[in-house]
């Protein structure tokens, strides 16, 4: 017989069925290795037709394997897991042509791994999964075991030519993970192998992608570290254990040691996509614009390139084409290039209709160009269609992000069953379109269905006192656990004596009256302001953040006459100012905010959170100075450019070449606050005004 199928399992009564569908026609004959199901995986494996091998399970994944090796009759097998198949679009005739031919001993086939249910959440790779049965091929690891030739004991000793196959893979899935604790399983295996060999990297390696899929992306990060300092340069996984470390340092806000690691090894590895792609990533959370620009050019580059990046590393969906487009749309954008930002997300979504980023930066870049809502809904539609309803909710998210809300609302209509998330979005439109009452009773809705309850009650709540009724007013709301913190607001908006603010809510009150202005509900901010004198204080900033610029001028000009204001304060009138091209005015306010910052900073030497964030915030009052600075030497040599011929060393314009090159490294350096399309439309709103 010439094709064996050989498949390991345990309690695989979901995905069996699935996985043996998929290769009928192909193999001569169907293996699989039981480790000790309850279930009915024996049952479904033996309908269609498969000889079950029994193996007593001892917490080792290469002696099961082997063990099916052993009962192979066939000259070829191809190994597959329970939760894999064999993609529609494989040739089998092809296939089975080919081993007939065959000069080789082994193949690779491409995996495809699906870790999240959004576009392009998946990870490709190539492994040697089909050989000859007859060669002494063995495996070795009690887990993620190896295939090697007998008595070699190299890892990946064994390497072949592609084949064709693709197999899809959706064990990585959260809710697959969650469902059979196959990551408590392979911790506990990966730390009983550790005790014996503490220092052996490829299971440090697999221990941090295990805590990964914990979401323990901390502790990840140390046993990457551990991994990569006794890593062979040789391994074949070591490149993926770069990738992946990178990938928790930034999960874990550490973008600079990342992009530290990363510069060492972006010339090593100059033709992965993903590894300058998380470099670009880096460097732009670092505000190193120029330089996150060329990382991604080097992604293109390396997604271009001749030959699967697949048959040499483990690759992310678009790492070398749509995601890195979308991070060059980025790029482009802080550098104030909108029109090439804008042809970058356009194509991003033109290669990958259905991923949010690029549809989000494209829809964006197409409001501040001054499209219309229609327009955008239209444009959005044309690539990504309007028939399945998850399509639906993606267009809607979108365009809710970008402030379209009646653009937005026949679309959230027609999406069907929405999530809990999607319910607070499609609130969120509703809100922002006037419909308060209905927003209410789809919060309440996804409340009731189990969806987050803080979130989902405080955009309720919210609702209720905008339409001047009480939390909970609503028919068949009373009985809603309704929180302490916002019981108390409830009491306070409606009057009642002794409902007082309790220092540990001052906090949540902070984050409460951020939502009130995200959703746009400005009365509602006016009134909740005066719940504590901390809001009252921050409101001007708090406006300022979620794009009231000209209210928050207002009240930030008025303060000005009565205090000296907080460096957060003098840094957002800077901004203000600055874009107004006033660049002597907010000079004189970023240098206050760089005075105040240091101060405070001295002050609070033993606070390490508040020193922290005051030197921050003194480094962007710098820029802005930098920026003020940069400008005013621009406006002072712009009338002699005209006035009279170059001088020496091409003066001035020379000189104003470099100014404005300085001055497109600052702007990129990430000082100003960066609005949506949301908060672009809230500009030219008074504090005084409705909402």
Known sequence: ????????????????????????????????????????????????????????????????????????????????????????????????????????????????????????????????????????????????????????????????????????????????????????????????????????????????????????????????????????????????????????????????????????????????????????????????????????????????????????????????????????????????????????????????????????????????????????????????GLEAPEDLALQARVLGGIGAYAAALPLWREAGPLTPEDARAYAACLIGAGYLREARAVLMAAWAAGGPAEELSADAALCSWSLGERAGGAEGEADYPWSEMLLTVDQWLAGTEGAAVEPAFVEQLMRLLNRVLELGLLPLGRRMKQLHNLLEERYAYTLYRNGYTHAAAGLLLQAMAQRQLTQEELRCLGEILYGKQLYGEALALFEQAIEVAAATVTAAAADVETSASSEQLQVGARLGAAACSLSLAMEALLPWVDAQPALGDGWPNADLEHIQSALIRVHGAGWRTPFTGAQRRRAHVFEEEES
Not at 42 to 58: C, K, L, N, P
Request: hydrophobic residues 45%.
């Open 1 to 384: 017989m010439l094709l064996g199928i050989h498949v390991l399992a345990c309690n695989e009564e979901d995905v069996l069925d699935r996985c043996l569908r998929s290769v009928q026609g192909l193999a001569d004959e169907l293996v699989v290795t039981d480790t000790g199901s309850s279930d009915r995986t024996v049952e479904i494996a033996t309908s269609y037709g498969a000889r079950v091998v029994r193996h007593t399970w001892t917490d080792d994944f290469a002696a099961a394997r082997n063990e099916g090796l052993d009962a192979a009759r066939t000259i070829w097998v191809l190994v597959l897991d329970a939760d894999e198949q064999l993609a529609a679009r494989v040739g089998r005739a092809e296939i089975r042509e080919l081993l007939r031919k065959s000069d080789s001993d082994a193949y690779r086939v491409a995996v495809l791994s699906q870790y999240g249910n959004g576009e392009g959440e998946s990870l490709t790779h190539e492994a040697v999964r089909l050989f000859r049965a007859d060669c002494g091929f063995r495996y070795t690891g009690v887990i993620h075991e190896q295939l090697v030739l007998p008595r070699s004991g190299v890892m990946a000793g064994v390497d072949g030519r592609p084949c064709g196959l693709t197999l899809l893979h959706d064990g990585y899935l959260p809710e697959a993970i969650a469902r059979k604790g196959k990551a408590q399983r392979n911790l506990r295996l990966i730390e009983k192998v550790l005790r014996q060999t503490p220092d052996d990297a490829f299971h440090l390696y697999n221990k941090g992608v295990t805590l990964c899929q914990l979401n323990k992306p901390e502790d990840a990060c140390g046993a990457f570290a551990l991994a990569y300092l006794v890593v062979p340069a040789g391994a074949p996984y070591r490149p993926t254990l770069v990738r992946d470390w990178a990938k928790a340092l930034l999960a874990e806000g550490r973008a600079d040691e990342a992009a530290a690691m990363l510069y060492r090894e972006v010339d090593r590895y100059g033709d992965y996509p993903d590894v300058q792609l998380l470099y670009g990533d880096c460097l732009m959370r670092q505000h190193r614009v120029v330089d996150a620009r060329s990382a991604y050019e080097a992604a293109l580059e390396a997604g271009r390139a001749a030959g699967s990046a697949a048959a040499r590393y483990v690759v992310e969906a678009g790492a070398g084409s749509y995601r890195a487009r979308c991070g060059l749309a980025q790029a482009e954008s802080a550098l104030g290039r909108a029109d090439s930002a804008q042809r970058l997300f356009e194509a991003a979504a033109g290669e990958a209709p259905r991923y949010a980023p690029a549809l989000a930066g494209w829809a964006d870049s197409l409001q501040a160009a001054g499209k219309s809502d229609e327009a955008i809904r239209a444009a959005m539609a044309s690539i990504v």
